[in-house]
C-alpha cells in the first residue's frame, strides 16, 4: 500500500541512486529530500520552507536537497 509521502533522508549515497534507478524505469514516487547533517532547528526551517512553497503534486518524482 502506498501512503503517498516524501522521504526525508540524511542518506545521500544511497538514495541518489535510487532515484536515479526509479528515473531510468520509469518508476514514480512522491519525492525525496536529502538533508545535510544540520542542527535541528536549521533543518526544521529548511523543511518548512520547501513545506510552504512546494505542493504535493510538485514534490512527486522530484529529489530535492536541503
Known amino acids: ?9 540524511h542518506n545521500r549515497v544511497d538514495f541518489e541512486t535510487l532515484f536515479n534507478d526509479y528515473l531510468a524505469s520509469g518508476q514514480a514516487h512522491f519525492g525525496i529530500i536529502i538533508a545535510v547533517r544540520r542542527s535541528p532547528q536549521d533543518l526544521t526551517g529548511r523543511l518548512l520552507t520547501i513545506l510552504n512553497q512546494v505542493t504535493a503534486e510538485e514534490m512527486e518524482n522530484q529529489l530535492r536537497y536541503i
Not at 1 to 9: A, N, P
Request: no cysteine; hydrophobic share 35%; glycine share 0%.
Open 1 to 9: 500500500m502506498s501512503r503517498q509521502r516524501t522521504l526525508l533522508t
